[in-house]
């Protein structure tokens, strides 16, 4: 198992999803996270597939990779198929991995607010958001929902001053951040929806 570089002492978001396909506003969230919360590296975990979601005509995970690695483009993204490799399906267990094997790093989770809104379904979703910190990206139609929602709700007690980001990566997990920045309207659903898909995988 061979996991990116890394060092005790930097500051790394995780940003998990299907990819399927990757697109501009993926590498937005990055962007605005690695200025924002002062990170050295952002890794997006393509995972094999989402357990919440039908993942019957999932292209591969390789053409998944290879297309999340094209649309990095960004010499602090660093893609990773790494979930596949572990064996794991559900995000704490990966985190909880990460965790074990990098110690010393400071790990920040990160996500879009349309996922805070369906994350109180997650598995173990109260045990992430005690192992590591959580920065939500702002996204279109999701502020009052992603807020409003079980898991923000259980969040708010923890949540930092948005201009507080470039202390989240130190903060004592429970901590939670939400960003506001530019959004953009782009999604892999809609995206598929105009029949611009990958290949179809095994």
């Not at 094209?70 to 985190?95: F, K, N």
């Not at 192992?131 to 079980?150: E, F, H, Y």
Request: with cysteine.
């Amino acid at each position: 198992m061979r996991l990116p570089s890394f060092a005790p002492g930097m500051r790394i978001g995780l940003f998990g999803g299907t990819f399927n396909p990757p697109h501009e506003g993926h590498r937005l969230v990055s962007t605005i996270a690695l200025s924002r919360l002062g990170l050295d590296q952002i890794w997006w975990l393509v995972t094999p597939g989402n357990p919440l979601k039908q993942n019957d005509g999932l292209p591969s995970l390789a053409a998944r990779m290879t297309a999340a690695h094209e649309m990095a483009d960004h010499p602090r993204i660093v893609v990773t198929g790494l979930e596949a490799q572990i064996g794991t399906r559900y995000t704490y267990d990966t985190l909880a991995w990460l965790t074990r094997r990098c110690p010393g790093v400071r790990f920040v989770w990160i996500m879009g607010a349309d996922n805070l809104a369906g994350f109180h379904r997650w598995q173990h979703w109260r045990d992430i958001a005690a192992l590591m910190p959580v920065a939500v990206i702002d996204r279109p139609g999701s502020t009052l929902k992603a807020i409003n929602s079980p898991a923000g709700a259980w969040l708010a007690p923890h949540r930092m001053d948005e201009t507080d980001g470039s202390l989240l990566a130190q903060a004592r997990a429970p901590a939670f951040l939400f960003i506001h920045a530019k959004r953009s309207d782009l999604s892999s659903t809609e995206l598929r929806r105009q029949g611009k898909t990958l290949p179809p995988g095994n």
